[in-house]
């Protein structure tokens, strides 16, 4: 079984894992963020990408989301974990604690959002955002681990790199979700479209600027991120040591692309099948 996961640069970091290499990718979109680091662990390959780059390099609108899906296609893995710092939008949702997120709001304005387009056009369903099996999952793993996690949420995803103002906050709150983050749309969208099960975890650092006496500062961010990635490379090593293929075998993502083409095969230039081969293949 191959394992996907994307997060900042200290997560590959997890015990016990081997024979790590680097594995560095050119894609139809571009250079990945960074070189995948390959390792083994429970017997499973897991393949991890700094979402950031390594030294934290990329800007959220500036990673390169295209690059970075397609590459971890290319790798054949058969689900991505996504790891992120947050701000919570909840009191109950404190600083520390784990959201496994399973809706979205989007809130981007500058970022290329689909793998299609350019001579090609589909519409994948995307009421569920994220796979319910792999994030049961992840769940178990953080309640054997005793990490306080929220079962579900909604994340809402701005384009940054400026943190929120008190007006904007106040407004996110009033819609009703429950994390504001700047990376993982259109991650989940692109995981979406290459059929792959993916999952995000949201590790809440602050309570963004909605909280009087709590305003969000990067120090603050930076701090509580260090604490929370110990717990979060606890929660990986967890989920790879007890997932199975079979528990992925029914996601909603490995058919997204089923009746969701809609230009006609003998419209589909050669170059168009060969830019998105891996996507294609099976589905026209």
Same mark, same amino acid.
């Given at each position: 079984m191959k394992i996907g996961i994307i997060g900042g640069s200290g997560l590959y970091d997890i015990e016990g894992l081997s024979e790590v290499e680097e594995i560095r990718l050119e894609t139809p979109f571009g250079k990945p963020s960074d070189a995948y680091i390959h390792g083994k662990l429970a017997g499973k390959d897991v393949y991890f990408l700094p979402r950031h780059g390594r030294g934290h390099v990329y800007l959220p609108s500036e990673v390169p989301y295209r690059a970075n899906i397609y590459g971890f296609k290319m790798l054949e893995v058969d689900c991505i974990i996504?790891?992120?710092a947050v701000g919570s939008m909840k009191e109950e949702i404190k600083p520390g604690d784990f959201v496994i997120v399973t809706q !979205?709001? %989007?809130?981007? #304005?500058?970022?290329?959002?689909t793998f299609f387009g350019n001579g090609i056009v589909a519409h994948i369903p995307f009421d569920t955002p994220t796979c319910p099996l792999l994030n049961r999952i992840i769940a178990e793993a953080c309640e054997a681990e005793g990490i306080p996690y929220h079962?579900? $949420?909604?994340? =809402?995803? =701005?384009? $940054?790199?400026?943190?929120?103002?008190?007006?904007?906050? #106040? =407004? !996110?709150?009033?819609? $009703?979700? %429950?994390?504001? $983050?700047?990376?993982? =749309?259109?991650?989940? #969208?692109?995981?979406?479209?290459?059929?792959?099960?993916y999952s995000a975890v949201a590790l809440a650092t602050d309570y963004d600027v909605w909280k009087e006496g709590e305003e969000v500062n990067v120090e603050k961010v930076l701090a509580t991120m260090a604490r929370n990635i110990e717990n979060a490379k606890k929660m990986l090593k967890r989920v790879i040591e007890t997932i199975k293929p079979e528990d992925l075998e029914n996601s909603p993502a490995k058919t997204a692309l089923l009746g969701a083409i809609q230009t006609k095969p003998e419209y589909i230039t050669e170059e168009v099948k060969k830019r998105l081969s891996l996507l294609l293949e099976g589905r026209i």
């Amino acid at each position: 079984m191959k394992i996907g996961i994307i997060g900042g640069s200290g997560l590959y970091d997890i015990e016990g894992l081997s024979e790590v290499e680097e594995i560095r990718l050119e894609t139809p979109f571009g250079k990945p963020s960074d070189a995948y680091i390959h390792g083994k662990l429970a017997g499973k390959d897991v393949y991890f990408l700094p979402r950031h780059g390594r030294g934290h390099v990329y800007l959220p609108s500036e990673v390169p989301y295209r690059a970075n899906i397609y590459g971890f296609k290319m790798l054949e893995v058969d689900c991505i974990i996504s790891v992120s710092a947050v701000g919570s939008m909840k009191e109950e949702i404190k600083p520390g604690d784990f959201v496994i997120v399973t809706q !979205y709001f %989007d809130r981007t #304005k500058n970022r290329p959002s689909t793998f299609f387009g350019n001579g090609i056009v589909a519409h994948i369903p995307f009421d569920t955002p994220t796979c319910p099996l792999l994030n049961r999952i992840i769940a178990e793993a953080c309640e054997a681990e005793g990490i306080p996690y929220h079962p579900e $949420g909604t994340y =809402i995803c =701005i384009e $940054g790199p400026q943190f929120s103002t008190k007006a904007e906050s #106040k =407004i !996110y709150r009033s819609w $009703g979700v %429950d994390v504001i $983050g700047m990376t993982n =749309i259109p991650e989940a #969208k692109l995981a979406r479209e290459a059929e792959i099960p993916y999952s995000a975890v949201a590790l809440a650092t602050d309570y963004d600027v909605w909280k009087e006496g709590e305003e969000v500062n990067v120090e603050k961010v930076l701090a509580t991120m260090a604490r929370n990635i110990e717990n979060a490379k606890k929660m990986l090593k967890r989920v790879i040591e007890t997932i199975k293929p079979e528990d992925l075998e029914n996601s909603p993502a490995k058919t997204a692309l089923l009746g969701a083409i809609q230009t006609k095969p003998e419209y589909i230039t050669e170059e168009v099948k060969k830019r998105l081969s891996l996507l294609l293949e099976g589905r026209i």
